[in-house]
């Protein structure tokens, strides 16, 4: 567990620690990032309830003027403690009492992925459309829509894995502030062949709150960091593909595409006869001469696969209807990116 000016939380989320159900040998493993408030102490205040619970508890820091961000703290945490499996908690946030023993037997089972579970969200209705996302998109979906902005498919303050596969694809990217540690890790976990699983129970009470470190994070570095991975995943496999949304979107993601794959984008698809009724889109800012002129089309004319620029969930049912029409397949004929 990370901690960085975490005091107002801390007796909510120790007290979850305390009352898991889980049997087994537990050990609590914290870094301090520098705190200026009270939550070392705090801290310390708590080792005799949980120590008298049998769990041990490990408590260091530094004290420096800069806090070294959320990967160096999660590092640290990990290389201090001994358990085989790691459960990462977010001093905001609150685990169910199931949440420990759960995870750690869905861990065993699959012990090369990353565990995830359901989420209560509070306050209740912040952040609606993500919350509905994280608990109910399918198990094939956790593989298949990890290009999308949500992000990682499980996500990580419900994070649980074996030590064995934090080594093979960690440590956390320790640059800082601004840096997505757990969408690199989630990436690089993936491409090492990890599985991503998700334990379809609430066992984490998921906070949102403004000094949450996830807010120090630009759209635009996630945005690039999708794009290339999107390229490296998926369009490295596909000799040809249409982009289905010939708006705003859709246009950035061909304007950020290489030039090797803005060739193989066929045309651009659409529902809207204003966009249709153009015939073509030109790639003004291109050096090609003549520049490039892609044609944007109806999207019952458009021929699969499809990177789809249309956000999930806003349409009212109108886009998943479409695409049930063409009879697609989500991972085969079409990946989600927005």
């Known amino acids: 567990m990370p901690v960085y000016n975490a005091s107002c939380w801390l007796d909510e989320c120790l007290q979850a620690i305390l009352h898991q159900d889980f049997t087994g040998s537990m050990e609590l493993s914290v870094y301090d990032d520098g705190s200026t408030d009270d939550s070392r102490e705090r801290m310390e205040g708590w080792r005799g309830r949980l120590e008298g619970r049998g769990i041990s508890v490990v408590i260091s820091g530094h004290n420096s003027a800069q806090p070294r961000g959320v990967g160096y703290a999660k590092n640290k945490a990990i290389s201090q403690s001994l358990g085989q499996y790691l459960c990462f908690q977010d001093a905001d ?37 993500y919350t509905r996302w994280i608990n109910s998109i399918t198990q094939e979906q956790l593989i298949t829509q990890v290009y999308t902005s949500h992000g990682p498919t ?21 640059r800082g502030k601004g840096v997505p540690e757990d969408l690199l890790f989630f990436y690089q976990s993936l491409r090492q062949g990890g599985g991503v699983v998700r334990v379809d129970r609430c066992l984490l009470i998921y906070r949102y709150h403004e000094k949450a470190a996830t807010h120090s994070v630009l759209e635009e570095t996630i945005w690039n960091l999708r794009v290339d991975f999107l390229q490296e995943r998926v369009l490295s496999q596909w000799e040809s593909f249409t982009i289905w949304n010939a708006g705003k979107q859709g246009r950035k993601l061909f304007r950020r595409l290489s030039p090797a794959n803005q060739k193989k984008v066929k045309a651009f698809c659409d529902v809207d006869e204003n966009k249709i009724q153009k015939g073509f889109y030109t790639y003004e800012e291109s050096t090609e001469r003549p520049k490039p002129k892609v044609p944007v089309i109806h999207f019952k004319d458009a021929s699969s696969p499809f990177v789809i620029c249309v956000k999930l969930d806003m349409t009212g049912g109108v886009l998943e209807e479409n695409l049930n029409s063409l009879q697609l397949r989500e991972g085969v004929d079409y990946f989600h990116f927005n």
């Not at 609150?94 to 759960?102: N, T, Y």
């Open 93 to 129: 946030d609150v685990m169910l009492p199931q949440r420990v023993r759960l995870q750690y037997e869905a861990s065993v089972l699959h012990p090369n992925s990353l565990i995830g579970c359901g989420v209560r969200r509070v306050p209740e209705g912040s952040t609606e459309r």
């Open 154 to 174: 499980v996500v990580m303050p419900t994070w649980f894995c074996s030590r064995g596969w934090f080594q093979k694809v960690g440590p956390f990217d320790e």
